[in-house]
């Protein structure tokens, strides 16, 4: 009885161990794809503790879009625990893009394509840190990237942290074959050099791949009636509509930030999830406590697009509390109802009243919509 038991036992334990490694394979593969990181070990032998060295490329969005400027870091971590860490004295990084650069290009911050990348700041600020090798290399229509980092000082450097070396930026002109642009590393060009005996500690080194997608994606300023550049902080929602010739609708919610010039802009762009594109749309924005505005007309293509700049002029004007996109005597009386003295304080029921957005509701937030209240009833866009 025991030992059929015992048998038992053993028999499960196995059998949860096949199990296990049958389905932790996958995983751990279906893992690599889905983070989109080619991970390798650049030393021979699994855990060789001389090789502790990582190179991390990280971008700062998995995917990126048509016509978007996607900043990529290229960081380093000589040694992960902190009693083993030592010095080292360089590193070098070569990145290959294997796909044709017609459809992307290694460009600098404002979308101009750069022989150069970008050392880290902080690090060329000690002084201590020379960047003589920073090119990008464009042959046989594919593009190379090659860093030299060279730590000048008679300590060398260290860290346990990761941290960014060199950034560069890709900009996308079509979406790629697939989708994705690939990018690798040359292994033999690739490496980090101890300071003491002038070895090549690499261990690890993680490199990306970039998805594109084509959806599109929109930027856009517009302002408010009584709010300028001077107003603390604000961040407020909106709805977008486009309208096109056929009188489809397509409605999106997004949220803006103020800028010191008194626009609200969009933090990131508002993707534009299954709007048809190649098509030209009128819009019209509408919060909770303003009229709906016409924006105007613009051409909705693939990746991101621009708004007309005239747009950053249209001001949407204060007064529609119940968002029946008409201002009456119901919007006056909601205002009325919330101005119980000079001056009231916000919470969290009446911020909408705020309409000047200069966290007070007062004179000015009642008289701005009795500026706009020139009809019984006044029409938003
Ligand atoms: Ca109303
Ligand atoms: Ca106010």
Do not use: C
């Not at 690090?123 to 960047?131: D, E, H, Q, R, S």
């Not at 705020?354 to 706009?372: G, K, P, Q, R």
């Amino acid at each position: 009885m025991e030992k059929v038991k015992n048998l038992k036992v053993s028999e499960i334990v196995a059998l949860v161990i096949l199990l296990s490694l049958v389905i932790s394979i996958p995983v751990l593969i279906w893992g690599l794809r889905t983070q989109e990181f080619d991970v390798r070990k650049k030393a021979a032998s699994g855990e060789d503790p001389n090789k502790p060295g990582y190179i991390m490329v990280y971008p700062a969005a998995s995917t990126t879009y048509v016509g978007e400027i996607l900043s990529v870091d290229i960081e380093f971590r000589p040694y992960s625990i902190v009693d083993q860490a030592k010095p080292i004295s360089s590193l070098t990084i070569e990145l290959i893009f294997p796909e044709t650069y017609g459809d992307f290009d290694i460009v600098d911050v404002n979308g101009n394509p750069t022989d150069t990348i970008e050392p880290n700041e902080n690090l060329l600020n000690t002084g201590n840190w020379a960047f003589p090798v920073r090119s990008v290399i464009r042959e046989n229509g594919k593009i190379r990237i090659e860093l030299a980092a060279i730590n000048l000082s008679t300590d060398g450097y260290q860290s346990t942290e990761l941290v960014s070396i060199a950034r560069f930026y890709l900009k996308t002109y079509e979406k790629p074959e697939g989708g994705k642009i690939p990018i690798y590393y040359n292994e033999d060009s690739t490496t980090m050099i101890s300071k003491a005996n002038a070895q090549d500690i690499l261990g690890m080194v993680a490199v990306p791949t970039i998805n594109v997608n084509s959806e599109a994606l929109l930027d856009f300023g517009y302002r408010m009636q009584g709010v300028d550049g001077d107003t603390p902080t604000v961040m407020s929602g909106y709805e977008i509509t486009f309208l096109d010739a056929g009188g489809n609708q397509y409605s999106y919610q997004g949220s803006s930030l103020l800028n010191e010039d008194g626009v609200f802009r969009s933090e990131y762009s508002l993707l534009l999830d299954n709007l048809p594109v190649n098509k030209t749309y009128l819009v019209y924005l509408k919060d909770s406590r303003h009229l709906r505005k016409e924006l105007g007309f613009v051409t909705i293509l693939s990746g991101v697009n621009q708004a007309p700049v005239e747009w950053e002029n249209r001001v949407l004007l204060a007064g529609d509390f119940d968002n029946n996109n008409i201002l009456n005597i119901v919007d006056l009386g909601k205002i009325l109802s919330e101005y119980k003295a000079l001056q009231n304080p916000l919470n969290s029921t009446n911020q909408i009243y705020d309409v000047n957005w200069d966290n007070i509701i007062d004179i000015f937030d009642v008289t701005l919509v009795l500026s706009n209240f020139t009809a019984i009833q006044v029409f938003g866009d």
